[in-house]
């Protein structure tokens, strides 16, 4: 049964939302019925909660999709300048009330459900996140997809379809285990499948000489079939297109196998060809080097590059030249951005198709090549660069590893040329590396494939620009950019934190979610009580609504006053949860040495997923639950710190952490965190950070002054200058009687009674290689964390912090970072403009 209106409901329907009109409302009703009515005229008469749910997805879609063909229909009539968005992972979540807000329906529909007595809330919950990402990489494709159709970019994402995505988190026992994300078993009403427009990807096979040129002969096919789904900008009509591909096995059998008389096997054999989408690879930060992994990268790329040159030789630019000739000028219409490097093959594949098919001569093509590509690096990680042994790509993309020869053997002749006799540079920088196994280095390809190369936050291109591609900046200085990374205001304030965005709303007025600076204005009610009031009446609603659902999902009794201290990301060595944990157990100690003392109460919450190969990731996540079930059963330590693991992290449970976090945790090594994202939700959501000087952790301080967040540990020379040095983990141990107490514990079998050794590999690890360097940055961790819980104990100082950190966010949009990549990179405009609304009256 429906809930009634609260004033906060009230409120959700104006400001930002837009007013529920009497006769949207009506229409709204009406196609409501319509779609319900054909759901369940199938097969029985009583109505689901999925039900409701697929017929108020459909009901929204009605007002998406003439919007939808009105936008193709524009970008056909005005020939711009198109992007292409080429990643392997979408991370998007739940599309309904992002589509609602986008398109202004929002405040309509809930009025149109409340008067038919339906919660809004229950039938979002039906929907399935679309758990196509990782993590960051993915999550930022995401908001760069609502930044370009905000912005009226010209621009289409190209990825695939897995039919299960990451997978689904479960907590037994106190460890993780994995199991399936069948996000599809239900279907997906947004998408929409475009079986015309179907295309052939080849493997395998063997490379002819003809006298027309080089043919790949006797390959493998397998079909993509291409799955739309819309993307609606910010309030001004214009929707995008994700284009996900699924594999499809072709029509005919394995003769061999069918003559034999084997139907079953030539059936089953079907099958092979369709598990290249069938399931996304949970790695992150870590290179994969499986043949399916590589099969991924280049059905992608082939399935793309074959949809955008058709694409470009259908448009007005292209038909007004004669075939040929128009493939010179494709980088005149046509910007692909390489989300990291796992789809840079398409370099190989598109000179592929303009010498072998279209006939272009080497330099044609290489200039066309390179002007078309950009490349955007992701890591500093050594372990996550990918590099393809040559006898993978021998076999199954022969003819791209003799196009990768090529390129390798013009590139090695220009270094010999500015650098004569110097073969040492020659190896740093070919692109094929020989030491040991035969590979071909992707990230070298990308780079000297692409007419740009962008880190995603300013200390992280630095790197890249003095280290990690040192030799290709001294040659390439005009190549290298930043573009700070940024997230969707929209998702991550509006949608997440309603009470927030129209407090803002009145204060600043509501152009904001597509002017994030604007929120500069706040910083001059940064310490007026009544706004702090406000601002805190806000935080403890949201408080209270996530300290509610944990009780419910975790059976922990949490205390909503408490500090809300929260870590969610990836589980990886870098990101150090281990020194998160190893502070929850000295604040432990500190409690049980004296529980009478004065304490500022704490819940804190750690979550995220490990890769299931990560053996050393799953026994942090064990570490971390089996001293939050010693903390949370101590009646000595009562609410004062609760200890919670957030099962199955994934962007709608991060709807509702970052509204209600009052501090996040953001602790890599300095030099190891490319940016970081979430970092940048928390902040908009008025969290304060307690960070290191890594990624985008150093810009948000700029912003917003290093007295309104928590800077600690070493910077990037220091981390250096202590490796250089040598670093020696029983130095720091010895000399810190908290630290010591912390690490005996663990190895000596006090949170694993029933079986001491339980983790001794992950204190071998602290005490002997760390990478990491988790002991160096105890002592100042430690500090500023005392010092957070002082600063949480006034109030007003705290607030004021705050109110800080949301004024500050405006750089942090991915509307900003978008434009940047629009005028510096893809050469288009950015543009305002708001197209008309298909259902207006003219």
């Known amino acids: 049964m429906s809930r009634p209106l609260s004033e906060l409901d009230k409120r959700k329907q104006i400001s930002v939302r837009g007013i529920a009109q009497v006769e949207d409302v009506t229409e709204v009703k009406k196609g409501f019925n319509r779609h319900l009515h054909f759901s369940l005229i199938k097969d029985r008469n ?7 749910y697929f017929a108020l997805a459909h009901c929204v879609k009605d007002h998406l999709v003439s919007r939808w063909i009105r936008t193709q229909q524009h970008y056909f009539e005005k020939d711009p300048k198109r992007v292409y968005y080429l990643s392997l992972e979408f991370y998007m979540g739940r599309a309904l009330q992002n589509t609602m807000i986008n398109i202004g ?15 809004i809330e229950e039938l979002e919950d039906m929907e399935q996140d679309a758990g196509l990402g990782n993590g960051g990489l993915g999550r930022l494709a995401a908001c760069f997809l609502d930044s370009m159709a905000t ?33 599809l078993r239900f279907g997906c009403p947004w998408e929409k499948a475009r079986p015309e427009y179907m295309i052939p990807v080849n493997f395998f096979g063997r490379v002819m000489d003809t006298p027309d040129g080089k043919r790949w002969t006797d390959t493998q096919i397998v079909y993509a079939m291409p799955y739309d789904n819309p993307v609606p900008g910010y309030n001004n009509n214009v929707v995008n297109t994700l284009r996900l591909w699924s594999a499809k096995s072709p029509i005919e059998f394995n003769l061999k196998f069918f003559n034999d008389g084997d139907y079953i096997q030539a059936v089953l054999d079907r099958n092979l060809a369709e598990n290249i989408s069938r399931v996304l690879y949970p790695n992150d930060n870590m290179f994969e080097g499986k043949e399916l992994r590589l099969k991924q990268q280049y059905f992608l790329s082939a399935a793309s590059l ?16 004669n075939p040929h000739e128009a493939m010179k000028f494709m980088h005149e219409k046509v910007a692909i951005q390489l989300n990291d490097t796992h789809p840079s093959i398409s370099i190989p594949e598109l000179m592929r198709i303009l010498v072998d098919e279209e006939k272009l001569t080497w330099d044609e093509a290489w200039h066309v090549t390179t002007n078309v590509f950009a490349y955007t690096n992701h890591t500093v990680l050594p372990e996550a660069l990918e590099r393809w042994p040559t006898s993978l790509l021998q076999s199954m993309l022969p003819r791209h590893l003799e196009i990768i020869y090529q390129i390798n053997f013009f590139w090695m002749q220009q270094i010999e040329k500015q650098y004569p006799g110097d073969f040492d540079r020659m190896r740093r920088m070919s692109m094929v590396e020989e030491d040991g196994e035969k590979r071909i280095n992707m990230a070298r390809l990308s780079i000297v494939g692409a007419h ?25 200085p005009d190549k290298f950019q930043n573009k700070t990374n940024g997230i969707t205001p929209r998702r991550w304030l509006l949608l997440c934190n309603p009470g927030l965005a129209d407090l803002i709303c009145e204060k600043i007025g509501d152009d904001w979610p597509v002017h994030l600076d604007q929120l500069a204005q706040l910083k001059k009610w940064a310490k007026d009580p009544s706004f702090q009031r406000a601002i805190a009446k806000v935080k403890q609603e949201n408080k209270f609504k996530l300290a509610s659902i944990l009780e419910h999902d975790y059976g922990v ?3 909503a006053s408490s500090m809300f201290d929260i870590q969610v990301k990836r589980i990886h060595e870098y990101k150090r949860q281990l020194l998160n944990l190893l502070y929850i157990v000295t604040m432990y100690n500190r409690i049980k040495r004296d529980p009478t003392a004065n304490f500022v109460p704490r819940t804190v919450m750690i979550g995220g997923k ?9 026994k942090i996540i064990q570490l971390i639950c089996k001293v939050g079930h010693a903390v949370n059963n101590d009646p000595i330590v009562g609410d004062k710190l609760k200890v919670v693991y957030l099962e199955n992290y994934r962007v709608t449970l991060a709807e509702k952490i970052m509204p209600a976090s009052d501090l996040s945790q953001q602790l890599s090594t300095a030099g190891t965190e490319a940016s970081g994202t979430g970092n940048m939700k928390f902040m908009l959501n008025g969290a304060l950070t307690i960070g290191t000087l890594d990624g985008a952790n150093i810009e948000m301080a700029e912003e917003m002054g290093m007295e309104n967040i928590f800077i600690f540990g070493m910077t990037v020379e220091e981390v250096e200058a202590l490796q250089k040095r040598g670093y020696n983990a029983w130095d720091y141990y010895n000399r810190n009687a908290e630290l010591k107490q912390c690490i005996d514990q663990i190895s000596g079998g006090y949170y694993s009674p029933g079986n001491p050794d339980e983790f001794k590999d992950v204190t071998n690890m602290l005490m002997q290689y760390d990478r990491f360097l988790t002991f160096a940055d105890f002592d100042d961790y430690v500090q500023k964390q005392d010092a957070v819980s002082a600063t949480y104990s006034n109030q007003a100082k705290w607030l004021e912090m705050s109110i800080h950190n949301i004024a500050s966010s405006g750089k942090f949009s991915s509307d900003r970072t978008i434009s940047e990549y629009a005028r510096q990179i893809w050469g288009i405009e950015p543009s305002y403009e708001k197209l008309p609304n298909p259902h207006d009256v003219v």
């Open 46 to 52: 009583v109505a689901t909660p999925r039900d409701y």
């Open 105 to 119: 329906l929002q405040g309509t529909v809930d009025e149109a459900l409340y008067q038919m007595g339906l919660d």
């Open 151 to 183: 912005l009226a970019m010209p621009a289409v994402g190209y990825g695939i379809r897995y039919d299960y995505g990451i997978f689904t988190q479960r907590i037994r026992n106190f460890e993780q285990s994995e199991e399936p994300d069948d996000w």
């Open 306 to 321: 074959a949809d955008i040159v058709r694409r470009y030789k259908s448009s007005k630019f292209a038909q007004s030249k």
């Open 452 to 476: 740009a190369v962008n880190g995603v936050a300013a200390i992280h291109t630095e790197i890249l620009k003095r280290d990690i591609f040192r030799d290709f900046f001294e040659i390439f």
């Open 557 to 559: 009794k949490i205390n």
């Open 610 to 618: 490990a890769a299931p190969g990560y053996y050393m990731a799953k």
